[in-house]
């Protein structure tokens, strides 16, 4: 229950998309929450992949295996990784693809994998919330107003920390923050705030609500049926 409490955002880069095929990590980023808000406290590290960096990958990530040649292998991250992370649940954008990697690594030097069962995924999540629609870091971010002008290339702490807020949105929003403007029971507070965000961008509807109350006010003016004339003083 208590190891709940605290997660951990993570998001890894890699030299491509199937490590039984060689494919390796070159960077982890994580971010630590407490009860689903971002601690501000973070993990990060790039490794050396031993190996060469397909272009495909590089053109995703812009690391490149001259830049990573001097980094740390997995083996001289992975006590220091493994400690950070605890026995946290790992919360993971597509996590079955993160996941496969980090325990392809961990079996590599001969540690216990990772069970499935200790992430949760974020794009389920997402298409659980949203059905039908685009559950993309990059979408999600757009949808919940989140600034993506720093991911001009993918990079695992700063996706780890874009995934951060969207988790939280996923899950509710800052309730604690937003009290006064929430509804009184927590369960129906976080869709209300989400919408309340939102509102501003819609300029139509303060004006369609001046509209109803104008005409609401001619109508009074005209004493209609359901204004007694003595009521009309206010």
């Known amino acids: 229950m208590g190891s709940h409490v605290r997660e951990i955002i993570l998001d890894t880069e890699t030299t491509g998309l199937d490590p039984a095929s060689g494919d390796r990590i070159v960077e982890i980023g994580c ?31 812009g690391l490149s295996e001259e830049f990573l040649s001097d980094k740390p292998v997995f083996a001289e991250v992975v006590a220091a ?29 001969g540690f216990p994998v990772l069970p499935m069962e200790r992430s949760t995924d974020t794009v389920a999540l997402a298409r ?10 990059d979408a999600l971010c757009r949808r919940f107003e989140i600034d993506l002008s720093r991911r001009e290339k ?62 609401t006010l001619v109508e009074s003016l005209n004493g209609s049926l359901w204004n007694a004339p003595d009521d009309q003083g206010g």
Do not use: W
Request: without cysteine.
């Open 31 to 61: 971010v630590v929450a407490q009860h689903h808000i971002p601690t501000g406290e973070t993990y990060h590290v790039y490794v050396n992949p031993e190996r060469d960096m397909p272009i495909e990958a590089f053109n995703v990530h």
């Open 81 to 109: 990784f493994l400690e950070f992370i605890g026995d946290s649940q790992l919360v993971i954008h597509n996590a079955s693809f993160d996941m496969k990697f980090l325990n392809a690594e961990l079996k590599r030097l």
């Open 128 to 137: 659980r919330t949203f059905p039908g629609a685009q559950a993309s870091l």
């Open 154 to 215: 993918h990079g695992a702490l700063l996706d780890a920390e874009l995934l951060a807020e969207v988790y939280l949105q996923l899950r509710g929003g800052r309730q604690p923050d937003l009290a006064l403007a929430g509804n009184e029971t927590k369960s129906s507070a976080g869709p209300a705030i989400v919408q309340r965000q939102a509102r501003p961008a819609r300029p139509h509807a303060p004006s369609a609500d001046e509209l109803a109350a104008h005409a």
